[in-house]
T-cell receptor, first 111, second 114 residues
């Protein structure tokens, strides 16, 4: 079945790197996503990775995928106070827009 | 271009009533999906519509229904509201129904059932 798990909370100092982790159970997942949600807002797509990739880098964001362990991580370099939000990991299959989300990780950045 | 727009932004209903939520996708997007986000949890998939037909359905009771119009906008209807239906309802649009596409979310409708 489909299940995505994330740690609930992460606190970092401004300027440090943040690493948010996620595990998923469905080995047939094709795409894995990271979304950001700020208070009172919808979801903002940060990045996504195809399951045949190991790593993807986009400016301050680095996504690492360990398909064998079904582990996905998001690293945010030089974390800023504006990065404080809830981060969701999600998986999907090849067809359709059904995403399965984790419960979210609250990132708190201290200045 | 406008993003995904949803209306209303907030809604208060009482148990047993019905509600209609509306969504306009990004111009040119033909697929609309609906998600329910209960406080403290991640969004859960309710429906996907593409070219006015239902293309996927999550594990929600028949009290939940939706439709898509020729202009690709969509409505989500919930009948016989329960307290547990209180949630943020998110609409997302994409160009097609394929996976791996960028899925763009609206800001949601916050539904409170009293």
């Amino acid at each position: 079945g489909e299940d995505v798990e994330q740690s609930l909370f992460l606190s970092v100092r401004e300027g440090d790197s943040s690493v948010i982790n996620c595990t998923y159970t469905d080995s047939s997942s094709t795409y894995l996503y990271w979304y950001k949600q700020e208070p009172g807002a919808g979801l903002q797509l940060l990045t996504y990775i195809f399951s045949n990739m190991d790593m993807k880098q986009d400016q301050r964001l680095t996504v690492l995928l360990n398909k064998k362990d079904k582990h996905l991580s998001l690293r945010i370099a030089d974390t800023q106070t504006g990065d404080s939000a809830i981060y969701f990991c999600a998986e999907s299959m090849e067809y359709g827009n059904k995403l399965v989300f984790g419960a979210g990780t609250i990132l708190r950045v201290k200045s | 271009d406008a993003g995904v727009t949803q209306s209303p932004t907030h809604l208060i209903k009482t148990r047993g009533q019905h509600v209609t939520l509306r969504c306009s996708p990004i111009s040119g997007h033909k697929s609309v999906s609906w998600y329910q986000q209960v406080l403290g949890q991640g969004p859960q998939f309710i429906f996907q519509y593409y070219e006015k037909e239902e293309r996927g359905r999550g594990n929600f009771p028949d009290r939940f229904s939706a439709r898509q119009f020729p202009n690709y906008s969509s409505e989500l209807n919930v009948n016989a509201l329960l307290l547990g239906d209180s949630a943020l309802y998110l609409c997302a649009s994409s160009l097609t129904r394929q996976g791996g596409e960028k899925l763009f979310f609206g800001s949601g409708t916050q539904l409170s059932v009293l």
